[in-house]
């Protein structure tokens, strides 16, 4: 009946996990004298650099997009996959420069809650993220805004708004 | 298997966890004096055993038996101690300890950001995995049994 502990599994994406949770715990939630406002957009000006890399090395051999339709489903798929080892569960659009991406258990997230408990501390997880998805979107020559909203944990959704592409 | 309560202790001895699902008799003192003292207790326990023990075998984890329950201590290589009061026929305890500890412990308050080392753990989504992996390995002895 015992089962043999396989070491490391699913370690991989746990570095990733850990520091992104140290980076807004040690930031965001413990220094209380500064304004919270100006750490968040540090955090996501830390992801709009790492998505705006980030993509440059996932499209190496990709061709290139026909639509801004294409560009945001593969965000949802393989761009998400890539870090989040998961896909997008709900893409919604009003076909005129606006997303709504929905994620049913966000990674970050997961752990933390599964109800309305530390509800508030939710959005300060999802900055980086906003900013890794508007960097990869500004490397594909799409400018945009990324806000992101939480109603329940873990299930979190991004708001695209595409301000002017090329 | 009757599963009474269970304590969680971290390295330097502080009550991170109660949980109880069984207990007839009200305490008579606080959960933090009842803490000190069950944490006294294991560890004097764990010291006297290895002293005293005829074989040479460093183990992380004892139990002892009186007529009406069995009480259960797990210790993780991290210094994580799990003491479990249960019913006298309760087999693998220790598995079950082991498993608390990599599927809930290590999932929800080692993983999770907001949990601070050192403090009573808040988290409701850590009681309700607890509570689920319990309630399954109810439910899983009463069927073999």
Known sequence: MAVQPQPFSGAE????????GELVCSEVLLSKDKDINELLSKLEFIGFSTGYRLIERLLK??????????????ICKDFWTAIYKKQIDNLRTNHQGTYVLQDNSFKFLSRISATKQNLEHGPK????TCGMVRGALANLGIASVVIAEVTTMPTCRFHITITRSV | MTIHNLYIFDRNGILVYYGEWNRKKV?????????????GMIISLRGVIEKVSPLDIKDNSFHYRTSKYKMNFWESPSGVKFVMNTDLNSPNVKELLRSIYTQVYVEYVVKNPLCVQGEFINSELFAQKLDEVIKASLSYTSRTV
């Open chain 1, 125 to 128: 997880f999802l900055a980086y």
């Open chain 1, 61 to 74: 051999e990709s061709p290139r997009f026909k639509d801004e339709l294409e560009t945001i489903k593969f």
């Open chain 1, 13 to 20: 994406e746990l570095p990733l996990e850990l520091l992104h």
């Open chain 2, 27 to 39: 305490p008579s003192m606080s959960k933090e004096e009842e803490g000190k003292l069950v944490y």
